[in-house]
């Protein structure tokens, strides 16, 4: 069974930057759900590149049966990992629902990291980091915002109750959240 963290938190919180710290030093895999799709919308001859096109550029969410298949064929790839950290999916219920279908029996979720940082922030982050996304400017960001708002917080608090969230500030510099992102990790290990 692969080991999968959740990584969770605002557009702009900082989810592929601390990502990428835990990959280099810690021997998880980052899996951005969003990457795996802007690349199968690149992908020659993709039979989903248009529908994902049209949702990232709506600030929708994708159907989940493509994201979990992107999600599962990533896994397949590393088998050797530590584990994954699944950044910015579940990001609402059906997608849980989905995962939950798909990966039952396959996955063991360790927990959720919640980076958590005031949206104001967030956006800005977004606006200045120059990645050149065609999800990066005002009117897809406010969209992405309200999406998460309306539907990924509730999942992060679906898996609150399940004592399942490890929430880190991501406001601050980052390798003080990185520091704080070290210590979760350890906790959880020793488990």
Same mark, same amino acid.
């Given at each position: 069974?692969?080991?999968?963290?959740?990584?969770?938190?605002?557009?702009?919180?900082?989810?592929?930057?601390? $990502?990428?710290?835990?990959?280099?030093?810690?021997?998880?895999? +980052?899996?951005?759900a969003?990457?795996?799709?802007?690349?199968?919308?690149?992908?020659?001859?993709?039979?989903?590149?248009?529908?994902?096109? =049209?949702h990232?550029?709506?600030?929708?969410?994708?159907?989940?049966?493509?994201? $979990? =298949?992107?999600?599962?064929?990533?896994?397949?790839? +590393?088998?050797?990992?530590?584990?994954?950290?699944?950044?910015?999916?579940?990001?609402?219920?059906?997608?849980?629902? *989905?995962?939950?279908?798909?990966m039952?029996?396959?996955? +063991?979720?360790?927990?959720?990291?919640?980076? =958590? $940082?005031p949206v104001?922030?967030?956006?800005?982050? $977004?606006?200045?980091?120059?990645? *050149?996304?065609? &999800?990066?400017?005002v009117?897809?960001?406010?969209?992405?915002?309200?999406?998460y708002?309306?539907?990924?917080?509730?999942?992060?608090?679906?898996?609150?109750?399940?004592?399942?969230?490890?929430?880190? &500030?991501?406001?601050?510099?980052?390798?003080?959240?990185y520091? &704080?992102?070290?210590?979760?990790?350890?906790?959880?290990?020793?488990?």
């Amino acid at each position: 069974m692969f080991n999968v963290v959740f990584v969770l938190g605002p557009p702009g919180s900082g989810k592929g930057t601390i $990502c990428s710290k835990i990959q280099e030093n810690l021997g998880y895999v +980052h899996l951005s759900a969003g990457d795996l799709l802007r690349a199968e919308r690149e992908r020659a001859g993709s039979q989903f590149g248009a529908l994902i096109e =049209s949702h990232i550029k709506n600030g929708s969410i994708v159907p989940v049966e493509i994201t $979990c =298949s992107l999600l599962e064929n990533a896994m397949n790839l +590393h088998k050797t990992a530590n584990g994954f950290l699944v950044d910015g999916f579940p990001r609402n219920a059906d997608n849980l629902s *989905g995962w939950s279908k798909q990966m039952s029996g396959k996955v +063991h979720e360790q927990f959720v990291l919640f980076l =958590s $940082c005031p949206v104001d922030i967030c956006i800005n982050r $977004c606006l200045n980091r120059g990645e *050149g996304r065609t &999800d990066d400017n005002v009117d897809s960001l406010k969209k992405r915002v309200e999406t998460y708002n309306n539907q990924t917080f509730p999942i992060i608090e679906h898996f609150g109750k399940l004592n399942m969230v490890r929430e880190v &500030d991501s406001e601050r510099p980052v390798e003080e959240v990185y520091e &704080d992102v070290v210590k979760v990790f350890e906790a959880a290990n020793q488990m």
